[in-house]
C-alpha cells in the first residue's frame, strides 16, 4: 500500500475545504439535458448533472433532481420525458437553459433552440443535439439517507423508447462517442471537460 498524506472528513459534519469536493472527484458526469411538458403544453428544457445509463434491456437512464423541479414535476403529471446529448457546440445553449425561470417561460426559445416534436412522445428534442433519446417515465424516487430520513431530491428514471442519431455519428455501423465532442460535467459551479477523440484509449476485457 503506498503511503499518502490523506485529507479525511465526514461529510455530515461538513468538508472543511472552500468547495465541496463530493461532485468533482465524482467526474466527469454525463449531462442530462432533459426536457418535458406538463399536462398544461407548457414545455421545459434543463440541464442535470446527476445523471446516468443504468440498464441495457430494457436501456433505462436515469437523474436526480435536488428539490421539487419543473422538470420532475412535468414527468409526474405526464410520465414523459426525453434527453438530448449536449455537445461543445452546444454549451452555451444548455447554460442557458440552467436559469431559474418560471413554467410558463419555453426554454428553447430562451436558449434559440429548435423543438422538434417527438414521434413516440409528446415531448419536444432538441434540434440541433446529434441525439436524442424518446423516454417513458418508470419510476420517481425520493431519495433517503441510510437513516432513513428523505433527502430533497427525487430519482427519475425512464425507458428509451426511441432514439434519434446524426448519421455523421456513425462510422462502419458503430457510433462514434468523440466524435460529437460531448461535454461532461465537473466539479464547482461551472467546470467541465470536452470529450475529444484523441482523448479516447481501448482496453479490452479479460474475459
Request: charged share 25%; with cysteine; proline share 7%.
Amino acid at each position: 500500500m503506498t503511503d499518502k498524506d490523506l485529507y479525511f472528513y465526514e461529510p455530515s459534519k461538513g468538508h472543511g475545504l472552500k468547495h465541496d469536493p463530493f461532485n468533482a472527484i465524482i467526474a466527469p458526469r454525463p449531462i442530462g439535458w432533459i426536457s418535458s411538458r406538463d399536462t398544461k403544453g407548457h414545455v421545459n428544457l434543463a440541464p442535470y448533472s446527476f445523471f446516468n445509463a443504468f440498464c441495457y434491456v430494457p436501456p433505462i437512464i436515469g437523474f436526480s433532481s435536488t428539490n421539487w423541479k419543473d422538470t420532475v414535476s412535468n414527468m409526474e403529471q405526464t410520465r414523459e420525458f426525453v434527453w438530448n446529448l449536449t455537445t461543445m457546440d452546444l454549451a452555451k445553449q444548455m447554460n442557458a437553459t440552467a436559469a431559474h425561470v418560471g413554467p410558463e417561460v419555453d426554454e428553447f426559445e430562451l436558449a434559440g433552440l429548435t423543438a422538434v416534436p417527438g414521434k413516440l412522445v409528446n415531448v419536444p428534442r432538441v434540434g440541433e443535439s446529434p441525439v436524442a433519446f424518446e423516454c417513458k417515465v418508470s419510476d420517481i424516487v425520493r431519495l433517503k439517507g441510510a437513516d432513513g430520513k428523505e433527502a430533497d431530491a427525487w430519482l427519475t428514471l425512464g425507458e428509451v423508447v426511441a432514439v434519434h442519431i446524426d448519421k455523421a455519428m456513425i462510422k462502419d455501423g458503430v457510433y462514434q462517442t468523440a466524435a460529437a465532442r460531448p461535454i461532461v460535467r465537473a466539479g464547482r459551479r461551472g467546470d467541465y471537460f470536452e470529450i475529444k477523440p484523441e482523448n479516447m484509449f481501448e482496453m479490452v476485457r479479460p474475459d
